[in-house]
């Protein structure tokens, strides 16, 4: 089945700690997406990838790193400058629809990595 | 800046519609999405809104206003499992793709 996996769904980190989280997709799609998500605040965007060998900063970008060697992966290293590394983050993909009256790029959300740093 | 609002929380009863309200004052406008995500779940696709008007699918239907930066999500004949959080999301300018989310309101269907 095609989809975008994360992995692992929990993980635990001491303080100081880089950490990688690992997001795959085998849909295929050109563009990818990494973010953050709080309680009571909405998605915000940390990086993101038009293509593949180039990525673009988000919203919060600071104390993150990302590569784009493959177009199927898009991994996150959540670095010990990371103030706040505590969240549950979500990968996404993109793909062009031809929608019934305007295209329009829809998102695909992996199930998500919940990072606590201790 | 970019600001999108919706209500925190809303609660309804099964059975019955409601509506979900989101105001957005961006740079740029690619049009508007609406996302459904259960606790703890990726959140997933609910509709394209771009052109003024309502788009209907389903139970679901979705509204825009452009010149009042509104929407509108109207979930009619709830079920329990509609209870999620429903987030807007704005596409931004350009050709990037990126969108900026508001908080999401948190829907709890009661009995």
């Known amino acids: 089945d095609g989809g975008i996996t994360q992995s692992p769904k929990y993980l635990f980190r001491k303080e100081g700690q880089n950490v990688t989280l690992s997001c795959e997709q085998n849909l295929n799609h050109d563009a990818m997406y990494w973010y953050r998500q709080d309680p009571g605040q909405g998605l915000r965007l940390i990086y993101y990838s038009q293509i593949v060998n180039d990525f673009q900063k988000g919203d919060i970008a600071e104390g993150y790193s990302v590569s784009r060697e493959k177009k199927e992966s898009f991994p996150l290293t959540v670095t010990s400058a990371q103030k706040n590394p505590t969240a549950f983050y979500l990968c996404a993909s993109s793909i062009h629809r031809q929608g019934v009256r305007v295209p329009y790029n829809e998102q695909f959300f992996g199930p998500g990595t919940r990072l606590t740093v201790l | 800046g970019q600001n999108i609002d919706q209500p925190t929380e809303m609660t309804a009863t099964e059975g019955a519609i409601v509506q979900i309200n989101c105001t957005y004052q961006?740079?740029?406008?690619?049009?508007l999405f609406w996302y459904q995500q259960h606790a703890g779940e990726a959140p997933t696709f609910l509709s394209y809104?771009?052109?003024?008007g309502l788009e209907e699918k389903g139970r679901f239907s979705s509204f825009l206003s452009r010149s009042k930066g509104y929407s509108y999500l109207l979930l009619k004949e709830l079920q329990m499992k509609d209870s999620a959080s429903y987030l807007c999301?704005?596409?931004?300018?350009?050709?990037?793709?990126?969108?900026?989310f508001g908080t999401g309101t948190l829907l709890a269907v009661q009995p």
């Open positions: 809104n771009v052109l003024d």
């Open positions: 961006t740079s740029g406008f690619n049009g």
């Open positions: 999301a704005v596409g931004g300018e350009g050709a990037t793709n990126k969108l900026i």
